[in-house]
């Protein structure tokens, strides 16, 4: 049972949440749980979409997004974020299963992702106390200044949804997946 209530509804949302809910239903056809979960906050449900939406504007591939998605909700064993990441990383990325059993142990079976997801899983396991070898296997593998800094907010913003779900212990609405390994 959820420890912080849900908004049942959109229309049982504060009212200043309730537009930003309507445009997250377009979006994906639902306002899944943690939408409206953090729709209680008018201000972080704001902040949420503000920042999601500014990533998805910059040049990590979606794919690479639910890969680092997968990896942080693994390690902080956020039932709900693997479960929508394993569902999203197969109907929006097009992730495989085996594709998504690796990012969950923090790798990739795409060498250019590898280095991404690596990293991101570096990042949160040592709550961002990586080494200059990290940031120059980052770089090798390609990627530039700008895309460790989006790398390293993606890790940011999907710490923040696992410890809103593990706070509030969120009821999952897409298909279960429970974390493997202990944090």
């Excluded at 509804?9 to 309507?22: C, D, E, F, K, N």
Aim: one cysteine or more; proline letters at 6%.
């Amino acid at each position: 049972m959820p420890r912080i209530p849900t908004p049942e509804t959109i229309s049982a949302a504060p009212g200043p949440s309730q537009p930003m809910l309507r445009a997250v239903e377009k979006q994906l056809g639902v306002a899944p749980n943690l939408f409206r979960l953090i729709s209680n906050s008018p201000a972080a449900l704001e902040g949420y979409l503000g920042m999601s939406a500014a990533l998805s504007k910059g040049r990590l591939p979606a794919p690479t997004r639910e890969r680092i998605a997968l990896a942080v909700a693994e390690i902080n064993q956020c039932t709900y974020c693997l479960s929508a990441h394993t569902y999203l990383g197969k109907n929006l990325a097009g992730l495989d299963d085996a594709e998504i059993v690796a990012n969950r142990e923090g790798r990739s079976n795409d060498s250019m992702a590898a280095a991404a997801v690596h990293f991101a899983a570096k990042v949160a396991r040592e709550r961002g106390h990586v080494g200059e070898a990290d940031l120059e296997a980052v770089r090798r593998a390609g990627y530039d200044d700008a895309q460790i800094i989006e790398i390293v907010q993606h890790v940011a913003l999907n710490v923040w949804t696992n410890y809103i779900n593990k706070v509030a212990d969120t009821e999952v609405d897409f298909p279960v997946v429970q974390a493997r390994q202990a944090a």
